[in-house]
């Protein structure tokens, strides 16, 4: 028989007489690494696949073991199972639907004839850890579509039957774990003893399949990790993530507000709005010193230019669309149709490549209600947005500099934990594959002759082009994607846009996409619930409050609140008659960068006492000094006072 070659990530090679599944590889390594082993990924796939799947001959894989961070997925998809096993235990006449691994956990709906509440939760938990610690194997079948189907109906499991109707498929296959089974893909661990740390979180409602027509389901939530330590901090940052939700903080600090009558558009404050033209007025330094121009387009077309561009037949579920006067108009959702449209209202030359135009302008898009949250998904938002048309020449050139100004507006705001994703073709696009071969392919050499670490999101670029997601870690561990950089071929031939060439002939250009910060609405909220609400003072709404402690020493107050506004700060002075105390704990609530604090002594010696929101209170100095040491932190756009240092 032939020899079957299994290749290895350290280029070593095992063989074995016949196909042998992942687990058999680890085994015959080491007894210790197949009692670690809980999947595999092949080749350059990123999915992981279950310890138990048939590797073929030239395989390249690797094994993902207890100590991979992937293990939590293959953990969480057993939990599931073991969480509906504890469910079907305790209430036999509640049925089954599906149990998905989700960000951070997973969920399982459940059809049952009453309502979960968390009170359940310690019942249900209990009855999970004797499945756990029974250490049932999980066994894996291939049964035939017809015996699946006979079997779910007999225990009347219906939503089970639809699931293996809709699969069409000859076969499926079935985890057993003691007396209870599940139709699943996996993958899953080797037995119910390799669940260390889990939890139960939340409880919902949801529809059968996400619509409103079909049965209301009950969906529990909950998590699972590879040991208890990281079960903790996980449960830890949830609750810190509930303290820095920016929904609460926007409301603490008077930020911004949502109304019924507007969903999913938020009004600013005039606190807010200050975030916001603040951010707009670092972006357009920048761009003043990159080579931006700034322009201003129009927010509603005739409907005819998203035909042009691609966006009708591929994007037109998320726009928004009227009538006037017999035409028919939509509003814009992205900036580049528009873009190519002044592009193309003038000749160019080599000479003015690279083009790079920048758009404040605000943008609409149509979201489900049930998918807004706050200002991470709204319907109308602002990016800070450009678009760079180019040579193909110049494409590697400026896909380095826009990594360059993101790295660099990145660290200005204390954001430099971050990943890039290189996004590929989806399904719906427009373009030949050998566009798109091209588009991708300039992406991937730029990311690698810059030495940017990335990986592979196959399927999720925009219809247009290919795109590098880059993905911030906030303070909490949580990626959120905010800059992108998308690569075009195809927007030029839509556009017939071209510039004369050195040659004296007539070339495309190539056009780049491009966002740092993204939706301004979204980055607050982000970067709100990144720092808690700690602004670096330039971009506090308030920087500086003056408070006294008696009315005796207002005159006094009056004079550092002036000096500070003439020194382009944003300051207020608290003169109502209330405690000390008390004022302090509302400029705290308010994230505030500096307090100053007024007595009579101080007044005397014409001196200021600076208490951080932090809680750090400083001794008496000169009030000169006071000022030109909080102006500094200002104008410089300290991430941090001098005063914590």
Not at 192 to 207: D, M
Not at 260 to 283: N, R
Not at 593 to 608: C, H, L, N, S, T
Request: hydrophobic fraction near 40%; include cysteine.
């Amino acid at each position: 028989m032939a020899s079957i070659s299994i290749h290895l990530p350290d280029n070593s090679v095992r063989e074995f007489s016949q196909p042998p599944t992942a687990l058999d590889v680890a085994q015959s390594i080491g007894p210790r690494l197949a009692k670690e082993t809980l999947g595999v990924r092949i080749g350059n796939d990123s999915e992981v696949r279950d310890l138990r799947t048939v590797l073929q001959d030239g395989d390249r894989i690797q094994l993902i073991t207890t100590k991979d961070p992937e293990a939590n997925e293959v953990i969480r998809h057993s939990a599931a199972h073991v969480m509906a096993q504890a469910v079907q235990s305790i209430w036999p006449e509640v049925k089954v639907t599906i149990g998905p691994v989700i960000d951070n956990g997973f969920f399982y709906d459940f059809d049952s004839p009453f309502a979960f509440t968390e009170e359940h939760f310690s019942k249900i938990e209990a009855a999970m850890q004797k499945i756990v610690s029974a250490d049932y194997p999980l066994i894996k079948e291939v049964w035939p579509t017809e015996k699946a189907i006979s079997t779910f109906e007999k225990m009347s499991e219906r939503f089970k039957v639809q699931i293996i109707q809709d699969l069409g498929q000859p076969e499926v296959t079935i985890y057993h774990q003691g007396p209870w089974f599940d139709l699943c893909r996996g993958p899953h661990v080797q037995s119910t003893g390799q669940i260390k740390a889990f939890k139960l979180l939340s409880v919902a409602g949801a529809y059968w399949r996400g619509d409103e027509k079909n049965p209301m389901l009950q969906r529990i939530y909950a998590t699972a990790f590879r040991d208890k330590k990281e079960l903790e901090q996980h449960l830890h940052n949830l609750e810190e993530a509930k303290k820095r939700d920016h929904r609460k903080l926007g409301k603490e600090m008077n930020l911004f507000h949502f109304h019924e009558w507007a969903p999913g558009s938020p009004f600013f404050t005039a606190k807010g709005t200050i975030i916001y033209t603040q951010l707009q007025i670092l972006l357009r330094e920048f761009y003043r010193n990159c080579g931006y121009q700034e322009v201003i387009t129009p927010q509603i077309f005739d409907v005819n230019l998203f035909h042009q561009s691609g966006h009708y037949q591929n994007y037109k579920e998320n726009m928004y669309f009227t009538r006037v006067e017999e035409r028919d108009f939509a509003s814009k959702p992205m900036n580049c149709p528009s873009h190519c449209l002044l592009f193309a209202s003038e000749r160019h030359s080599y000479r003015d490549l690279p083009l790079r135009m920048a758009d404040f302008g605000r943008l609409h898009r149509y979201e489900k209600s049930g998918t807004m949250h706050g200002l991470a998904r709204v319907r109308t938002f602002c990016q800070d947005d450009a678009h760079i048309f180019c040579s193909m020449e110049q494409l590697q050139g400026e896909i380095g500099s826009f990594m360059k100004l993101l790295n660099d507006v990145y660290h200005l705001l204390g954001m430099d934990e971050f990943l890039v994703y290189l996004s590929t073709r989806p399904e719906k696009r427009m373009g030949t594959d050998e566009i798109w071969d091209r588009a991708e392919g300039a992406l991937a050499n730029a990311l690698e002759s810059l030495k940017i670490p990335y990986k592979v999101n196959p399927g999720d670029g925009a219809f247009y082009g290919p795109k590098l997601d880059i993905m911030f870690v906030d303070a909490l561990k949580r990626p959120w994607q905010l800059g992108t950089l998308q690569c075009d071929f195809n927007l030029p031939l839509a556009f017939d846009l071209k510039y004369t060439g050195e040659d004296n002939t007539e070339h495309k250009p190539v056009i780049l996409h491009r966002a740092i910060l993204g939706s301004l609405e979204r980055f607050i909220g982000v970067y709100l619930e990144h720092t808690a609400g700690h602004l670096p003072a330039w971009l506090a709404p308030i920087q500086a409050r003056v408070i006294n402690i008696t009315d005796r020493v207002n005159e006094f107050c009056e004079d550092v609140e002036k000096q500070l506004f003439a020194n382009g700060l944003r300051v207020e002075f608290d003169r109502r008659n209330e405690k000390l105390n008390y004022k302090i704990r509302e400029a705290q609530l308010e994230r505030i960068p500096y307090m100053i604090v007024v007595g009579d002594r101080e007044a005397e010696e014409k001196k200021v006492s600076i208490r951080l929101r932090s809680g750090k209170s400083l001794p008496p100095m000169a009030a000169g000094e006071a000022i030109a040491a909080i102006t500094q932190d200002v104008r410089e756009r300290r991430l941090r006072s001098q005063f914590e240092e």
